[in-house]
């Protein structure tokens, strides 16, 4: 259905909400310090959950600077955030069995929202711990503040700072990017289809204009055009489209004929005519291939003197009882 997302669509879902649960096991972000005193490095590792690294020797080293320590108990961001990566983890599994493009947009609109708003948050603890010191901390440098960047590397005194994702963080901007993309494909398959539907309406309408199959006669209500009289003779009728798919009804083949000879269509004009089956009571068959008898026996409702047949054997039958004259559509027409 037009409101659903592709099978493709579904399956991405699936994979994407696997990964934001795998991703739960690994530390979102990473900040790496590197100074003279410090070959090996510092590390400080932002888990869903918690702070890791080397959290004591950075608080230590904080301690103379007057920055915070950090304790993960002091963040709420570490309570709510596995339970956040959770229910994003279960939108994309419902997604995909919803299967409701409203719903994969949406999940997809709240995952993007959610990412700004982490970077946001972060940047402000960021600010927040590299600005709000105090002011009696064994080393004050003024107007120095140990901000670390956002992403990307900067130098804070004699550390060199480093912030990048790790592998939690890399899942997690891959799947924002893979389902953004997915988003846009899915907008753009949905519009395509739209496009080609209303590019397609003219077509569509162009071509009901010109049908040429037969529209059944509602006996005993529609009129014929020619004599204005009520079509109720099931065994007889004729039908007239033309090449703009308008559609004249008949009583029966005098009316027809009396209607082509007076003028008012043109033989180009004409795109099909149908006449009943007298056999087939109601049924309108190609005039044409039809097979016809003429005779005095037969006694049309606007003293037609023809019937009309389907098969050879069914106008056989009739043509012994009436001893009738097989005649042909063009014949008929051309006299």
């Not at 990048?164 to 953004?180: K, Q, T, W």
């Not at 004729?238 to 005098?254: C, M």
């Not at 003429?294 to 009739?318: H, N, V």
């Amino acid at each position: 259905m037009k409101s659903n997302i592709s099978s493709k669509a579904r399956i991405i879902s699936v994979v994407c909400a696997v990964a934001l649960g795998v991703s739960l096991l690994f530390p979102l972000w990473r900040i790496d310090l590197t100074a003279p005193q410090y070959p090996e490095g510092l590390v400080l590792k932002i888990y869903p959950h918690k702070i890791g690294g080397n959290v004591e020797v950075v608080n230590g080293l904080n301690h103379y600077i007057g920055m915070r320590t950090l304790h993960t108990e002091d963040f709420i961001e570490f309570t709510i955030l596995p339970y956040l990566i959770a229910i994003f983890a279960l939108f994309g599994l419902l997604s995909a069995l919803v299967k409701r493009r409203w719903f994969f947009y949406t999940w997809v609109f709240l995952f993007a929202s959610f990412g700004v708003v982490a970077m946001i948050d972060f940047y402000r603890w960021e600010y927040d711990y590299g600005h709000n010191l105090d002011p009696n901390a064994a080393i004050v440098v003024p107007g120095m503040a140990y901000q670390p960047p956002l992403i990307g590397f900067k130098q804070l005194l004699n550390f060199g700072a480093y912030s990048f994702p790790d592998v939690g963080g890399y899942i997690f901007l891959s799947v924002g990017l893979i389902l953004v993309i997915t988003a846009v494909l899915e907008w753009k398959r949905a519009a395509k289809v739209s496009s080609a539907a209303i590019l397609g309406l003219p077509l569509l309408l162009l071509l009901q204009s010109c049908n040429t199959s037969a529209e059944p006669i509602a006996f005993g209500k529609d009129q014929c055009h020619y004599c204005k009289m009520i079509i109720s003779d099931r065994s007889f009728g004729a039908e007239l489209i033309t090449d703009k798919g308008k559609i004249y009804k008949f009583d029966d083949t005098h009316c027809i004929l009396s209607f082509l000879k007076s003028g008012d269509l043109q033989q180009p004009q004409i795109a099909a005519v149908f006449l009943v089956d007298y056999a087939q009571k109601e049924k309108l068959i190609p005039a044409e291939t039809a097979f016809l008898i003429r005779g005095d026996a037969i006694k049309g409702p606007m003293a037609g003197t023809i019937a009309a047949f389907e098969t050879e054997a069914s106008m056989q039958s009739f043509q012994q009882q009436w001893k009738a004259q097989q005649v042909s559509w063009n014949e008929v027409v051309s006299q």
